[in-house]
């Protein structure tokens, strides 16, 4: 049986993920790209691409382990080893597209979101970026919620609605404050993202828990 706190517990495991995960993810990018590598070119752009992909680790272990805590409690059945790692894979291919855009490509080109001008254009851009992301973590998740619950096909739409909002609330608090941020100001910008994306998309997705069921084993 479902436990009767469990959307509660789920808020506060979302919060918490996007705070901690958002934060150190943030931080380790920038520690990467201040790292001094020499002259650009060759092994220097790889192992700059590698640091800065594998921020991508901090945010999916750190997310994955505390909503799988969370489902847990929902769902007994779920596997959160797989939780785990599908939700790292997803977040990794993530910074690591990031990652291309940044080293790879020509100054001009490095924004994964299109270039906006007000909060307005920022909020929508990174909601439509928003939407693919929680689409592609929702089928990676959905594939191991579909050992622990029916219906589990629900989680994909809750995911790309879940994270089509929570996503503006990152990048508008990233753009919150100076242009040349220092370590604690970008840690800051992490956290207040990080929290109210969390909320937002734990609201949205928990809504899916009144449509799926345990898997009952035989």
Request: net charge neutral; aromatic share 10%.
């Amino acid at each position: 049986m479902q436990e009767e706190d469990g959307f509660t517990r789920w808020i506060e495991a979302c919060a918490a993920g996007e705070m901690l995960g958002i934060a150190s993810a943030a931080l380790w990018w920038v520690t990467i790209d201040r790292v001094d590598l020499g002259a650009a070119g060759g092994p220097a752009d790889w192992l700059l691409f590698i640091g800065k992909a594998a921020s991508g680790l901090a945010l999916g272990l750190v997310l994955g382990s505390l909503q799988s805590w969370a489902l847990k409690r929902q769902f007994p059945a779920l596997n959160t080893r797989l939780w785990v790692i599908a939700t790292t894979i997803v977040s990794v291919a993530l910074f690591a597209v990031a990652a291309w855009y940044s080293v790879f490509l020509p100054f001009d080109q490095q924004s994964l979101v299109p270039v906006a001008h007000t909060p307005f254009e920022t909020a929508i851009t990174s909601a439509g970026f928003g939407v693919a992301l929680g689409i592609l973590l929702g089928i990676a998740q959905a594939v191991v919620l579909h050992g622990a619950a029916r219906r589990a096909f629900w989680w994909i739409l809750a995911s790309a609605l879940g994270w089509g909002a929570a996503l503006p609330c990152i990048y508008l608090a990233a753009s919150v404050g100076s242009s040349a941020p220092g370590s604690l100001e970008i840690a800051a910008r992490g956290v207040v993202g990080g929290v109210a994306s969390g909320i937002v998309l734990a609201g949205i997705t928990g809504m899916s828990f009144a449509v799926m069921r345990l898997r009952v084993r035989a």
